[in-house]
């Protein structure tokens, strides 16, 4: 992968420096003047800059010197973006009520029941066309194909109880050390089977800032140990707002003429997180606020930061497809049936969806509101 091209000022600023050998910078005072006002949370620019200075602890780029990764004026920079984007998530996301350490498992059943998101997944199971699937799946593909990577922070941060319940998590999303079952495998499978590119941040260009801020957010929380009660609450809410939306993208990518291989990766975790929000609920995050009581408030707060995104990314999907337009960014930008840049991907058993139906009108609600009364409490997840 790449370094994307620059999508503003910031990026502007920072990417050109990246591409250089890592000395005598000065980024902390370069993208000071740069920094957006309000509304990082959905700002393109914002987002994928702090993406990138993430992505340099993952599989990094192709174009970026490996040794950037600790370069002290590009964490001086970084720390610029987390400390606006940790800014921007206070207030977007209040911290919820918690009773004592003991009460988190009911408190995080309390949280997800009351979550009122749009229901993405309900639109895809019943609505959605061929392009709309494939523009979710890409959506996607930022966070699946390294599934699991940001939580695993956490590992060697926790102790005893929490650390076992964490890696009996974790080794299921890696396949139980089976390559061919990994969870960032099988969603390779679902993009081939789709016909698009399976290639690790293939689509880091065509995904606006909201759906960047949901991984952000993961790293954000894992590469600082101050914040690993966030992290443990954000994989739960993960977990515990799964099996539901997965059984329905199975359904929809089935309805399509998805075949197994396709739809394996939503059938496994139908099965998966079914076990895995009972673990991450009780051994994980319950056992973690029992011994961390001062960090048992964090836990629901990083759960909450996990519902508030995946909130704004779906209504952000589902606005842009009532639209009739795209909800991705860059050269796919444009009318859902116009000529955006020829077909997303190749065909599914040589078959092609049907048209997305019932399309709002004036006094009527639209599939997304319909679908929410079905199943809300997992709308959007995973």
């Known amino acids: 992968m790449r370094l994307p091209a620059p999508r503003g000022p910031i990026t502007a600023t920072l990417f050109p420096h990246l591409t250089r050998p890592p000395a005598e910078h000065d980024l902390g005072t370069a993208l000071r003047d740069a920094l957006p006002g309000d509304g990082v949370l959905g700002d393109d620019d914002f987002q994928l800059a702090l993406f990138a200075c993430y992505e340099l602890h993952y599989q990094g780029f192709d ?3 490996d040794q950037w990764e600790w370069e002290p004026s590009l964490l001086a920079a970084r720390a610029l973006l987390e400390a606006r984007f940790e800014q921007a998530l206070a207030r977007a996301v209040p911290r919820p009520p918690l009773d004592g350490p003991h009460g988190v498992r009911r408190a995080l059943n309390e949280l997800v029941a009351a979550d009122d998101g749009p229901s993405l997944s309900g639109y895809l199971a019943r609505h959605a066309d061929r392009r709309q699937f494939e523009e979710f799946v890409i959506h996607r593909s930022i966070y699946h194909l390294k599934e699991a990577d940001p939580h695993t922070w956490a590992i060697p941060r926790l102790a005893g109880g929490p650390k076992a319940a964490l890696v ?16 960032s495998e099988l969603f390779r499978a679902t993009l081939r089977g789709l016909g698009l590119d399976d290639s690790y941040g293939a689509y880091l260009d065509r995904v606006p800032g909201v759906t960047l801020a949901i991984s952000n957010v993961m790293s954000l929380f894992g590469l600082h140990r101050r914040l690993r009660g ?8 993960l977990e515990m707002t799964s099996s539901l939306p997965n059984r329905r993208y199975g ?3 089935r309805r399509l003429g998805g075949d197994a291989d ?4 939503y059938d496994e975790h139908v099965q998966a997180d079914a076990v895995h929000e009972q673990i991450a ?7 973690f606020a029992a011994a961390h009581p001062s960090a048992a408030g964090d836990v629901l707060y990083g759960a909450a930061c996990a519902l508030e995104l995946e909130r704004r990314w779906a209504g952000h999907v ?16 444009g009318p859902l049936d116009g000529p955006l840049d020829g077909p997303l991907g190749g065909p599914l058993d040589g078959r092609h969806a049907e048209p997305a139906r019932d399309q709002p009108e004036a006094g009527r609600r639209s599939p997304a509101s319909r ?12």
């Open 63 to 65: 174009d970026v010197d």
């Open 168 to 183: 009996e998590i974790q080794s299921d999303e890696y396949g139980g050390g089976r390559r061919e079952r990994m969870h």
């Open 230 to 237: 966030a992290l443990v609450g954000h994989l739960a809410a």
């Open 251 to 253: 359904d929809a990518l």
């Open 262 to 265: 396709a739809v394996r990766f």
């Open 281 to 287: 609920a009780h051994d994980l995050c319950g056992a």
């Open 318 to 333: 589902l606005a842009r497809w009532e639209r009739g337009i795209t909800s991705l960014s860059g050269r796919l930008a």
């Open 371 to 382: 679908d929410d009364e079905a199943g809300r409490h997992s709308a959007g997840r995973r």
